[in-house]
């Protein structure tokens, strides 16, 4: 979602402002802005498009030791220049930046415009830094407290005010906001990426809190004027892990990662003496997580898909039932939470709004909640307060890779500790985890024979329509190759289970659709091929992802990936699906990293 970003020191603060700005584009990159105060007042330059356009219009002489940055993703109002934040009461002396949504903004915009308020925007930000300029108080940060209280909604703010010449108000309720702590000056940001290029120490906020930044340092305080005590926390990130290194996008890069993204998920938890997994985060004695029934996956976009996978796994090595579900859905169809049921909350980001309110509407009815989220520190990680750390390192591309396959190696350990508790076998607790240990190298071998995938790739970019078809497993793998596909190439493609294309879908295959069929061999192979014979019929092409070069019916194309271990073979076959999106998108000229209308991260509703 929208990236915030703001400095205050002894250095010129356009050029950290921009760098930060860059850093944080994936949040949402449909405008751009910053405001730097100088002692005539208030620079503030903002338009529509990306940030390095925004940048290029700068007047090239932009100095002031004091600016706050924004990279939004559109919610309320189209993306335009107008829109673009930074916004500013009337008068141009207060600016704001913010992540989130003011839900009673119409509200207090109609009661503003009574009082003869022009608004030069139309989004809820603006109604901000009118609320602010007007509020009363000797102090911006009792400006910015006092215009809160009139507001409901989420935020990740930041304030500066012309009056103020040394200082930037920053708040928190549901949106991340870290401050960084340097040497005489003072950095903030809705992520740390934009953070670890300057400072190491860190200030996560707490809902609720607000802090002042000044060169020397800062100051949290609660909405309600309390002191809080708040302790620096080492950012562990490091600077290149930021860079494209030699790929061309970062989705690219992050594909190419993920052997070692797997090796650092399974880094010092696999116990070998006793064929199981350590995993300390999740803060659960055997006693406890025995007593659960039933786990319920909890996740958004592909984070969802992969929990699917993450239930079929744990569920047929421990016999334990799971299942997985949008946590959008479950938070707003009033959810049964259960006792005896152990609730797994995934996100990449660590900040999707519907998977942390889900969290939190889990915790308000008393059930367990557990996180296995990458970014650490990240507001659904301290939720759940225990869980798994994916540890893949930052994740840039919009879509997710490396962090989808890491998210399917915490479930795999979390089965093999879950199982070991029960009826998995030391001989079965220990083929799981030679296939682990080979897993990087079969995956890094899958990566390097990608040839093929371009070329299919260039075959198939110019068609407009494809179904991807499987049974269990394969159709959560389904799911995410059409997921990918549709986010990177913006070509049309639905998921279906195999089972079903009979029921409806197949009135729409012709030689004009492609269907792509996953087809391990297992148990559902022979109807898997019942399903490509359907499709052929009707003269379809089919590309088929297999584990055997011979295949019964005759397909138009395939992909051979290795076999590893039952649990296990979903995750190569993830490989040709992310490698054909990618392709396509290139051969269709799409903005691989940044496709239109998304962001990396969905921080509201
Ligand atoms: C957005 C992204 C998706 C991602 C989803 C969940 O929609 O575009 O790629 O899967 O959010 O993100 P999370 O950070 O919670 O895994």
């Given at each position: 979602m929208c ?21 944080l ?9 910053v ?42 109002g ?17 600016a704001?930046v913010?992540?989130?949504i003011?839900?009673n ?14 608004f ?33 909604g ?19 309720n ?25 400072t ?24 309600d004027?309390?002191p ?41 938890r ?32 592909s ?34 939470i ?77 089965a ?46 110019q ?24 986010e990177?190439?913006?070509l ?60 019964p ?13 039952e ?16 392709h ?22």
């Amino acid at each position: 979602m929208c990236g915030i970003v703001g400095y205050v020191g002894h250095q010129n603060a356009a050029p950290i402002l921009l760098e930060a700005l860059h850093r944080l584009e994936y949040r949402g990159y449909d405008s751009a802005g910053v405001a730097v105060l100088r002692k005539s007042g208030l620079a503030v330059h903002k338009r529509r498009g990306k940030v390095h356009e925004m940048a290029a219009r700068l007047p090239k002489r932009l100095s002031g030791n004091l600016g706050i940055g924004h990279t939004r993703w559109a919610t309320h109002g189209e993306p335009s220049d107008a829109n673009a934040h930074p916004h500013t009461d009337s008068s141009g002396r207060v600016a704001v930046v913010h992540n989130g949504i003011i839900e009673n903004a119409h509200e207090l915009r109609a009661r503003l415009a009574a009082d003869g308020v022009e608004f030069a925007s139309e989004t809820d930000t603006e109604v901000l830094a009118q609320l602010i300029a007007r509020a009363g108080g000797a102090s911006l940060t009792e400006a910015v407290r006092s215009a809160l209280t009139m507001v409901t909604g989420t935020y990740g703010l930041a304030v500066v005010d012309a009056k103020h010449l040394n200082e930037i108000v920053v708040a928190r309720n549901g949106s991340p906001v870290i401050l960084g702590i340097g040497e005489r000056e003072m950095f903030v940001a809705s992520d740390a990426a934009a953070l670890v290029r300057h400072t190491r120490q860190a200030v996560y906020l707490d809902d609720g809190e607000i802090a002042t930044l000044e060169p020397r340092g800062y100051r949290v305080t609660t909405l309600d004027a309390a002191p809080a005590s708040k302790r620096p926390t080492q950012l562990e990130l490091a600077d290149e892990a930021f860079g494209k290194g030699a790929h061309s996008h970062y989705m690219m890069k992050e594909i190419h990662e993920q052997p070692d993204a797997i090796r650092r998920t399974l880094s010092g938890r696999i116990d070998r003496r006793f064929a199981t997994a350590r995993l300390d985060g999740l803060e659960l004695s055997p006693r406890e997580l025995a007593q659960f029934r039933r786990i319920k996956i909890l996740g958004c976009g592909s984070a969802c898909i992969s929990g699917l996978l993450g239930a079929r796994l744990i569920e047929r090595l421990t016999r334990v039932p799971a299942d997985a579900e949008s946590a959008a859905e479950f938070r707003y169809r009033n959810p049964v939470i259960e006792d005896d049921t152990l609730y797994i909350a995934v996100s990449q980001s660590g900040e999707t709004f519907d998977t942390l309110a889900a969290v939190e509407e889990i915790k308000r009815k008393g059930g367990a909640v557990i996180g296995i989220v990458n970014v650490v520190g990240s507001s659904i990680a301290r939720a759940c307060g225990r869980g798994i750390y994916l540890h893949a390192g930052p994740e840039i591309a919009v879509v997710s890779t490396k962090t989808f396959m890491s998210t399917l190696v915490a479930f795999a350990l979390f089965a093999l500790h879950l199982g070991r508790m029960k009826d998995v076998s030391l001989a079965q607790g220990k083929r799981l985890i030679e296939a682990l240990d080979a897993l990087p190298e079969r995956i890094a071998a899958c990566i390097a024979d990608s040839d093929h995938v371009t070329r299919l790739a260039a075959k198939y970019a110019q068609f407009t329509n494809a179904y991807f078809v499987g049974r269990n497993e394969g159709f959560a793998l389904a799911q995410e190759g059409a997921l990918k596909l549709k986010e990177v190439s913006y070509l049309h493609a639905e998921a279906y289970p195999a089972s079903e294309l009979k029921h409806g879908p197949l009135a729409l295959v012709s030689p004009d659709t492609l269907t792509v069929a996953i087809v391990p061999a297992d148990d559902l192979f022979e109807k898997n091929i019942g399903t490509i014979e359907e499709v052929r019929a009707r003269r379809g092409p089919v590309l088929a992802i297999v584990h055997h070069h011979e295949l019964p019916a005759a397909v138009d194309d395939i992909v051979v990936v290795p076999q590893l271990h039952e649990l296990l073979d979903p995750l190569p076959m993830l490989i040709p699906l992310q490698l054909f999106a990618y392709h396509v998108a290139a051969a269709r000229d799409c903005d691989i990293d940044q496709p239109r209308n998304l962001a990396k991260s969905v921080t509201v509703e």
